[in-house]
């Protein structure tokens, strides 16, 4: 009987939390995929044009079924659709394209390359290689006030 008892109360959990009728909780509820589930529940709790389990299911599927939600890249997680439309080809992980998609993964992860620098003068850019103010004119003034 506790078992049947705590199903009603999840029922009525989601049919007050998403705003849909029992069938629908029911048939969220049975779900056999727990990851799915997730999903569809997003779906009918953010998608104003998705009411029902059947129309949320449906949404997924077409979703799963287009091709550039395939993953491109295990490594990275890429998509087909994120593929970098300068070089036409390649990741995230492959860092030698210039493309726009490329540097915005650089900038998610933090990820850059040799060359850039992050010890330069925060004004005028000169120094680097571990001496932050290396060729840098912007503090002499200040150096010499102190001595």
């Known amino acids: 009987m506790p078992k049947n008892h705590a199903r009603k109360k999840a029922l009525a959990a989601l049919k007050d939390e998403l705003g849909i009728k029992h069938a629908c909780a029911i048939a969220l509820l049975d779900h056999p995929d727990a990851d799915e589930r997730e ?3 997003r779906y009918l709790a953010e998608y104003v044009d998705i ?3 059947r129309e949320a299911v449906d ?3 077409q979703e799963q079924a287009d091709p ?3 993953v491109l890249c295990d490594r990275c997680g890429w998509l087909m659709g994120m593929v ?8 995230g992980c492959e860092y030698q394209c210039t493309g726009w998609r490329h540097e915005e993964m650089r ?12 010890y330069g ?3 005028c850019g000169a120094g680097g290689g ?8 912007c503090y002499e003034d200040d150096e010499e006030e102190a001595a």
Do not use: F, S
Request: hydrophobic share 10%.
């Open 59 to 61: 949404y997924l599927r």
């Open 51 to 53: 009411n029902t389990y």
């Open 84 to 91: 970098c439309p300068e070089c036409e080809k390649g990741c």
């Open 107 to 118: 900038a998610a992860t933090g990820d850059y390359d040799e060359d850039d620098d992050p």
């Open 130 to 137: 571990g001496d932050p103010y290396g060729e840098c004119v």
């Open 39 to 41: 999903t569809l529940e």
């Open 121 to 123: 003068c925060p004004e």
């Open 68 to 70: 550039r939600n395939q």
